[in-house]
């Protein structure tokens, strides 16, 4: 997908995450004045403009001229969008609450503040712990165990950078993997990217097959395949690879399930693949499912929702984009969906965490 096609969607989506952080600030602000008894003035429409495009005036600097003071800068405006969410659904409950039970104000102050501190520290903490999530499969065509490790939106850029990788690339080898897949959005804006962060998968010892996800798009064409030109990390889109009797077949990010199914077909017809053949496909979002589910395709890994990330975003994100999370099964084809590697945006998480998975395909019983 080119990113001049693109250009309506990301309208649109600046044009509502503008929306929604306005109302979100304007919100929050009002019921702590309200709270805390501040008087609102000047000052209060401000605070509610500043807060409202720090983020998004954050994220366009940092594209435009990526250094340390920059990165910093959208790190912190990252981390205060996180908050102002918490703070909200705080602010929300505190509400419902007083309906009910009464309390002074100055309890309903201390216990706001000490919810929202308590809520952001956690969701930060959260957002630095890596989990292992493990799933089983079998099947008759399997003649051995292979065990897959998908990695998928990792974010490489302002926040997540080198030190983040390291990290991960070390939990890789734990598993013991036979093969790693990244599933999109490895990057997270234009760069400029250190090579040797990349060069890391290297360190893992076995095959790493990629696609692109979203943030690829957004970032320009080739820009991830430079990074990882030199690096044993194998770009498999719009072809199929055997490893370890299983065929891995890559699309990278499509604009609707529509194109998923055009590439899809095209890919099997080149392969001449054969029902004998344990079937897996690399595409990042779980909603492409649609263009897969009666090809002949067994297995679909995905990431893209980050599970919500934040609450109440956990709760949201099933309007835009199902499945969210976890194994499913859709029309005769096994959908796993990745809460992520690593964070959009806040590195924060909140009633969702990063994960690396490790599917083991085994052989009937």
Same mark, same amino acid.
Request: proline share 1%.
């Given at each position: 997908m080119?990113?001049?096609?693109?250009?309506?969607?990301?309208?649109?989506? !600046?044009?509502?995450? !503008?929306?929604? /952080?306005? !109302?979100?600030?304007y919100f929050v602000l009002r019921r702590l004045a309200s709270l805390y008894g501040w008087r609102r003035g000047a000052w209060f429409y401000t605070a509610v403009a500043l807060a409202t495009t720090a983020f998004l005036f954050a994220s366009v600097l940092v594209a435009i001229w990526e250094n340390s003071a920059t990165k910093t800068a959208y790190l912190i405006a990252a981390v205060m969008l996180g908050t102002a969410f918490i703070i909200a659904c705080v602010l929300v409950i505190q509400l419902l609450l007083a309906r009910f039970i009464k309390l002074? /104000?100055?309890?309903?102050?201390r216990a706001v503040f000490a919810a929202s501190t308590g809520l952001v520290?956690?969701?930060?903490?959260?957002?630095?712990?890596?989990?292992?999530?493990?799933?089983?499969?079998?099947?008759?065509?399997?003649?051995s165990e292979l065990r897959i490790v998908q990695l998928t939106d990792l974010h490489i850029g302002a926040i997540r950078g080198d030190n983040h990788m390291a990290r991960v690339i070390e939990h890789v080898q734990t598993l013991n993997p036979d093969v790693v897949v990244i599933t999109g959005d490895l990057i997270d804006g234009r760069g400029p990217f250190d090579p040797a962060t990349f060069r890391r998968f290297d360190d893992i010892g076995v095959p790493v097959y990629y696609v692109t996800g979203n943030?690829?798009?957004?970032?320009?064409?080739?820009?991830?395949?430079?990074? !990882?030109?030199?690096?044993?990390?194998?770009?498999?889109?719009?072809?199929?690879?055997?490893?370890?009797?299983?065929?891995?077949?890559?699309?990278?990010?499509?604009?609707?399930?529509?194109?998923? /199914?055009?590439?899809?077909?095209?890919?099997l017809r080149d392969a001449a693949m054969d029902d004998e053949t344990y079937s897996v496909l690399l595409y990042h979002r779980p909603s492409g499912w649609k263009g897969v589910a009666g090809s002949g395709i067994d297995l679909m890994l995905s990431g893209h929702t980050h599970n919500g990330q934040i609450f109440p975003f956990t709760l949201l994100v099933p309007i835009a984009e199902r499945p969210v999370n976890g194994l499913h099964e859709k029309e005769g084809l096994l959908v796993y969906v990745s809460a992520g590697t690593g964070t959009w945006g806040p590195p924060m998480r909140l009633g969702s965490t990063n994960e690396i998975t490790v599917i083991d395909l085994l052989p009937a019983d």
């Open positions: 080119t990113l001049l096609a693109m250009i309506p969607g990301i309208a649109i989506f !600046l044009g509502i995450v !503008l929306g929604v /952080s306005g !109302l979100l600030h002074k /104000s100055r309890t309903w102050r520290v956690a969701a930060i903490i959260c957002g630095q712990i890596i989990g292992v999530e493990r799933v089983e499969l079998h099947d008759t065509r399997i003649a943030h690829e798009d957004y970032a320009g064409e080739g820009i991830v395949d430079r990074m !990882l030109d030199g690096t044993t990390v194998r770009h498999i889109a719009g072809t199929a690879v055997e490893m370890g009797g299983v065929r891995f077949i890559g699309v990278d990010n499509q604009a609707n399930a529509a194109a998923v /199914s055009r590439e899809i077909e095209r890919i």
